[in-house]
């Protein structure tokens, strides 16, 4: 396995949430109990890498999409549906818990990302998902940063070069033409930028 394919396999979009949820923990200014984030973490975990990856195996052994890469616009609307549903799910409970209000933000963001992203299939254009993931994981932080007035510039420097080399990858590889790799960053941090703004108005 070339160096571009091992980056879009081990920085899937779908374990996008729990490293943002893992970060999210760590740099956390306020006190949150422990046995609550390790809760958080594996239901996320479990939600958004376990359930999603058995349900894209089965629909790939049964043969309704190719791979797991989700090449064909086609092959993606169902899987997409199915991940607007979790993220919706999951930012829903994560709001009833206030102390990790921001948590859900994040992922109302990803919820509207992907709803956009649906919504273009129908127009046969086909967002870079894993831009939408790592650009929505951007956004999150740099909302993050200003939330708290906390100067996270060296963790957003090293996603964008993170988003750098994703992109890269995802050229060299023809899974994506420039275009589809813009929009895919557009939509992701302009998801989560509209999700903070919206709730601190």
Same mark, same amino acid.
């Given at each position: 396995?070339?160096?571009?394919?091992?980056?879009?396999?081990?920085?899937?979009?779908?374990?996008?949430?729990?490293?943002?949820?893992?970060?999210?923990?760590?740099?956390?200014?306020?006190?949150?109990?422990?046995?609550?984030?390790?809760?958080?973490?594996?239901?996320?975990?479990?939600?958004?890498?376990?359930?999603?990856?058995?349900?894209?195996?089965?629909?790939?052994?049964?043969?309704?999409?190719?791979?797991?890469?989700?090449?064909?616009?086609?092959?993606?609307?169902?899987?997409?549906?199915?991940?607007?549903?979790?993220?919706?799910?999951?930012?829903?409970?994560?709001?009833?818990?206030?102390? @990790?209000?921001? &948590?859900? +933000?994040?992922?109302?963001?990803?919820? #509207?990302?992907? /709803? =956009?992203?649906?919504?273009? !299939?129908?127009?046969?254009?086909?967002?870079?998902?894993?831009?939408?993931?790592?650009?929505?994981?951007?956004?999150?932080?740099?909302?993050?940063?200003?939330?708290?007035? @906390?100067?996270? &510039?060296? +963790?957003?420097?090293?996603?964008?070069? #993170?988003?750098? /080399? =994703?992109?890269?990858?995802? !050229?060299?590889?023809?899974?994506?033409?420039?275009?589809?790799?813009?929009?895919?960053?557009?939509?992701?941090?302009?998801?989560?930028?509209?999700?903070?703004?919206?709730?601190?108005?």
């Amino acid at each position: 396995m070339n160096f571009n394919k091992l980056v879009s396999h081990i920085i899937h979009p779908i374990v996008i949430p729990i490293i943002g949820t893992i970060i999210y923990f760590i740099i956390l200014p306020k006190h949150t109990p422990e046995k609550m984030e390790l809760l958080v973490i594996s239901s996320i975990f479990i939600g958004t890498y376990v359930i999603p990856l058995l349900f894209l195996l089965t629909l790939k052994s049964s043969n309704v999409i190719s791979n797991l890469q989700l090449e064909n616009i086609q092959e993606r609307k169902f899987p997409v549906m199915f991940f607007i549903s979790i993220t919706f799910l999951i930012s829903t409970l994560l709001r009833k818990i206030p102390s @990790i209000i921001e &948590l859900s +933000l994040f992922f109302y963001g990803m919820t #509207l990302s992907l /709803i =956009i992203v649906y919504l273009l !299939l129908y127009a046969k254009f086909k967002a870079s998902f894993h831009m939408v993931g790592i650009s929505g994981l951007i956004g999150f932080f740099i909302c993050f940063s200003f939330q708290f007035q @906390i100067n996270l &510039l060296l +963790l957003i420097a090293v996603l964008l070069i #993170l988003a750098g /080399i =994703i992109a890269t990858s995802r !050229l060299k590889l023809k899974a994506h033409n420039p275009r589809e790799i813009f929009w895919g960053s557009f939509i992701g941090i302009t998801s989560v930028f509209a999700v903070f703004i919206i709730y601190n108005m």
